[in-house]
């Protein structure tokens, strides 16, 4: 039950990842970034990580996602009122064909590929008995990996500037 769970998660990822692509409107490709982010948390609860799911709720999802909101409606980008999610045949169509993909590679690989433990399971598995949930995930984000984190937020804060300073110079 888990695997079926696992493939209708990973198919509504990869569909919403689609349609943040494929949207007309900003507002449009925003709600399928958050099914996106949202079947992503569903995963990690599947495999157990429910720290990670939380924090993909609350930061991305949450967070993340109604700053981008507010971007948009202060750029006034959404104002195109055409329907922007296409028929239910299509997105049936798309299920369908990401679902046969996803059979077509778990036939590739085969059960016992998926299913044996890797090294890298087992060094998580290491971790998480060392540290805890949070502490595996917090001792390498502050130590090997905090360079990349401090310019993510300031990449962040970057895009935010320019977009204000974008919608004041389209206001004046």
């Known amino acids: 039950m888990i695997e079926v769970l696992f493939y209708v998660f990973a198919a509504v990822a990869l569909g919403g990842a689609l349609g943040v692509v494929w949207a007309k409107s900003p507002v449009g490709s925003l709600l399928y970034m958050v099914a996106t982010l949202a079947s ?92 805890g949930a949070v502490g595996a995930i917090a001792q390498p984000l502050y130590t090997t990996y905090v360079v990349p984190f401090e310019i993510t937020g300031v990449l962040l804060l970057v895009a935010i500037v320019g977009a204000l300073v974008l919608a004041k110079k389209g206001g004046q």
Request: glycine share 10%; with cysteine; hydrophobic share 60%.
């Open 40 to 131: 992503l948390a569903c995963i990690f609860v599947l495999l157990e990580a429910h720290f990670l799911a939380a924090i993909q709720v609350i930061v991305y999802a949450g967070a993340i996602m109604v700053l981008f909101l507010f971007v948009i409606m202060l750029l006034n980008l959404g104002h195109d009122y055409q329907r922007d999610l296409k028929g239910g045949a299509f997105s049936l169509l798309s299920f369908v064909i990401i679902g046969l993909m996803a059979g077509v590679l778990v036939r590739q690989f085969g059960e016992n590929a998926i299913t044996e433990p890797t090294a890298g399971g087992r060094a998580i598995d290491a971790a998480l008995a060392q540290h």
